[in-house]
């Protein structure tokens, strides 16, 4: 069994700063990928960054230079540090790791049970 617990997510004033955490945790052999998908009333869950196990990232355009993705590995912990926050980037925050819970084990995604972000005055 695999559990991913998100926390940090709560209600900004634009313009604001908020750190979200996702710690994973249970079997687990190796994580590959770890990022955040967000998913607002009436749209499509749409990833927002991500990064594997090197370091190595990729960002949603529209959250480019506001938003930082950083990950502990030995703590199986993804961070995403968003700044500059705005009311369009309201939404449900859900965090997922690609990882393999056994060697023999194939990759699969597991995801956290998602954190509100509201950004309003």
């Known amino acids: 069994q695999v559990q991913l617990v998100e926390s940090g997510g709560g209600l900004v004033q634009p313009g604001g700063s908020l750190r979200l955490s996702c710690a994973a945790s249970?079997?687990?052999?190796?994580?590959?990928?770890m990022g955040w998908y967000r998913q607002a009333p009436g749209k499509e869950r749409e990833l927002v960054a991500a990064?594997?196990?090197?370091?190595?990232?990729n960002y949603l355009d529209s959250v480019k230079g506001r938003f930082t993705i950083s990950r502990d590995n030995p703590k199986n912990t993804v961070y995403l540090q968003m700044n500059s926050l705005k009311p369009e980037d309201t939404a449900v925050y859900y965090c997922?790791?690609?990882?393999?819970?056994?060697?023999?084990?194939?990759?699969?995604?597991?995801w956290g049970q998602g954190t509100q972000v509201t950004v309003s005055s």
């Open positions: 997922y790791a690609d990882l393999q819970s056994a060697w023999f084990s194939t990759r699969f995604d597991y």
């Open positions: 249970g079997r687990i052999y190796r994580i590959y990928v």
């Open positions: 990064i594997d196990s090197g370091g190595s990232t």
